[in-house]
């Protein structure tokens, strides 16, 4: 059964860093695209960043530009986030996901087809 599982959320403290990972299980990571979303409450779901596959190009939403670097480790079939320099308003539900790497739209929570079930981030003093 194709999945992927999201690790390394918690808690930090503003300006602090963590590492997310999202595992994949039950199929090939290398030849997905992979996004990664967040969703905090009372708002909608956001594209934060994502990866092709080829190219290996990487997209950011502004507000995290500068501060956080995706990731893919093929070997592993696990992709990353890097988030440094971390601010309260970061603080969300973090997914990833996975599409076929055509196309355009590559920050749009709609056109990925699997989904992790997501890992808290909360960035509070």
């Known amino acids: 059964q194709a999945q992927l599982v999201e690790s390394g959320g918690g808690l930090v403290q503003p300006g602090g860093s963590l590492r997310l990972s999202c595992a994949a299980s039950?199929?090939?990571?290398?030849?997905?695209?992979i996004g990664w979303f967040r969703q905090a409450p009372g708002k909608e779901r956001e594209g934060v960043s994502s990866?092709?596959?080829?190219?290996?190009?990487?997209y950011y939403a502004e507000s995290v530009k500068g501060r956080f670097t995706i990731s893919r480790d093929n070997a592993k079939n696990t992709a990353y986030l890097q988030m440094t320099n971390l601010k309260p308003e970061d603080t969300a539900v973090y997914y990833c996901?996975?599409?076929?790497?055509?196309?355009?739209?590559?920050?749009?929570?709609?056109?990925?087809?699997?989904w992790g079930q997501g890992t808290q981030v909360t960035v509070s003093s």
């Open positions: 990866i092709t596959t080829n190219t290996g190009r990487t």
């Open positions: 039950g199929f090939g990571l290398g030849y997905l695209a």
């Open positions: 996901a996975t599409r076929q790497p055509h196309g355009t739209d590559w920050l749009i929570p709609e056109t990925y087809t699997l």
